[in-house]
């Protein structure tokens, strides 16, 4: 086991407990996992979590709201249509009210 694994193991324990209707940054998990400069390193995990059915990967977003990850989900939109699912507006792949929608695990774990 590589040491990036366990810390993308890490990642997804942050990422299931996302609540339904809220977005999170790959920066904001990566300082609640005391590794702040590693905000890319969580996008790689969630870019390998789209095989994982119980990793909601389309909840994490960039700090500006952006879908950065949505190439990595099957389908033309579905990471806008998963995240619209669950009441979230996103105009031109931006997510919209951002500061209502974001969930800082920081803060509620």
């Known amino acids: 086991m590589k040491e990036s694994d366990n810390f993308f193991e890490r990642v997804y324990k942050v990422a299931r407990l996302i609540p339904l209707g809220k977005v999170t940054s790959y920066g904001a998990i990566a300082t609640y996992l005391g590794a702040a400069r590693s905000a890319r390193m969580v996008g790689w995990a969630m870019n390998k979590a789209h095989n994982l059915e119980d990793v909601p990967a389309h909840r994490v977003v ?48």
């Open 62 to 109: 960039n700090r500006k709201g952006l879908l950065t990850g949505k190439h990595h989900f099957d389908g033309t939109n579905l990471m806008q249509q998963l995240l619209e699912n669950e009441g979230i507006v996103v105009i031109e792949n931006q997510i919209q009210d951002l500061e209502k929608v974001f969930w800082n695990p920081s803060e509620e774990l």
